[in-house]
């Protein structure tokens, strides 16, 4: 499949120059959008094998040095990611990727995969939703949980559609089946009805994780914007002649998208976040890399890339997961450890006009800046102190 043969998508009108455009629609009232961007990758695509050849963008090794994650941990703990609609062939994809990255498999069966419908059964699966954007994106969230924490078992929750009633019993059935960490790449602008659905986003003695999304400095996205959850931001990782090896910055690619920040209008602050210029929840939380990964989904033409968010929450879920605490930390847990991350100081999300942060008045609200942040959050994971 070639780079015109993608399939037509909204919203990334700067995406012409660098190749990206978001692999999902816009949504419709009461409904998510997924948060994936994607690019052709043909260079690696000219052989009939997923791995002949070493596809670019950052792989799975590339995460686990940059966030210095000790993945040999024996953790076999359940992290799940919630999607809308059915992908067939994710176990096949999935396994794509962890070959090319040295993973080892994770199949239903030797029990690391398993993929269920909205109420929890593996017979009674939605729709399939190949080529809708949301294929690709279940794709990105199983491949960064790998990433993360490559002995972790892989729950997907299908939920029958992209409704927030629909997505939110996802979660619900993903807690139910066992999941200490579920991760939901998906969001919308916060409306306050939306709230109806918060319940579904709080389980104490549970970690989970919301991208932000990819809208730049904005109104903040539900259910990002919940005090019960883990808001992850976006960052643009580079190679760097420094101790840790590694720089970030924000991630804002102007025309095409940037990680989302936002104040609550409906949300009081959480009690664990004190940043002065936002009367309600700021997100934000922590960080992780959102943009220039790696992918296979042969569905989209092979190897690919992609960004987004979308990356992140899966990123931190797996993390979590890796680490273990999840029954035992409460939201805002990060906050008194944030000198286990690596705080992110450069940088801004004033996408939409591209304005170097004066849309914000230069404030933390879109600039990146020395300790919190809300584009960055607190900063993206230095191993598993924060998690």
């Known amino acids: 499949m070639t780079s015109a043969q993608l399939p037509a ?27 994936v961007l994607v690019a052709p990758e043909p260079a690696a695509n000219k052989t009939s094998s997923a791995a002949a050849k070493k596809p670019a963008g950052w792989g799975a090794k590339d995460i686990e040095h940059a966030y210095r994650l000790p993945v040999s941990r024996g ?31 994770c199949t239903t069966a030797n029990g690391c995969f398993r993929k269920v419908g909205q109420t929890g059964s593996a017979k009674h699966l939605p729709a399939s939703g190949v080529l809708s954007g949301w294929d690709l994106e279940a794709t990105l969230d199983v491949d960064m949980v790998s990433a993360a924490c490559p002995r972790c078992r892989i729950l997907v929750v299908e939920a029958n559609g992209q409704d927030f009633d629909q997505l939110s019993a996802g979660v619900n059935t993903a807690i139910r089946l ?13 409306t306050g009805q939306d709230l109806a659905d918060a319940r579904g986003y709080n389980h104490p003695g549970h970690a989970i994780v919301v991208s932000t999304g990819d809208f730049g400095y904005s109104a903040a996205s539900f259910p990002a914007n919940l005090p019960t959850v883990t808001a992850a931001g976006g960052t643009e990782l580079f190679k760097a002649a420094n101790k840790r090896g590694w720089r970030e910055t924000a991630w804002n690619t102007g025309g095409l998208g940037a990680g989302a920040s936002g104040c609550s209008a409906y949300v009081a602050k959480p009690s664990w976040q004190h940043d002065k ?4 929840r700021t997100v934000a939380d922590v960080s992780a890399v959102a943009f220039n990964l790696a992918l296979y989904n042969k569905d989209w033409g092979g190897w690919v890339m992609v960004g987004g968010t979308s990356a992140s929450s899966p990123i931190i879920g797996g993390i979590y997961g890796l680490a273990g605490n999840a029954a035992k930390i409460k939201p805002g847990y990060e906050y008194a450890h944030a000198k286990d991350l690596f705080d992110v100081v450069s940088g801004n999300n004033d996408w939409f006009f591209n304005a170097g942060g004066a849309s914000c008045g230069k404030d933390y609200l879109c600039v990146a800046k020395p300790g919190y942040d809300a584009p960055t959050g607190l900063g993206t994971p230095n191993g598993l102190g924060a998690f």
């Open 9 to 35: 998508a909204s919203g990334a009108s700067g995406a012409a120059a660098s190749g990206y455009r978001s692999a999902c629609a816009a949504p419709g009232p009461g409904q998510a959008q997924c948060f």
């Open 178 to 190: 066992g999941a200490v960490a579920v991760s939901n790449s998906y969001g919308g602008r916060e």
């Open 75 to 105: 953790s076999r703990a359940t992290v799940a990611v919630v999607e809308a609609f059915d992908t067939p062939k994710l176990e096949t994809y999935l396994n794509d990727y962890r070959r090319e990255y040295g993973l080892g498999p």
């Open 277 to 280: 210029n936002c009367p309600g």
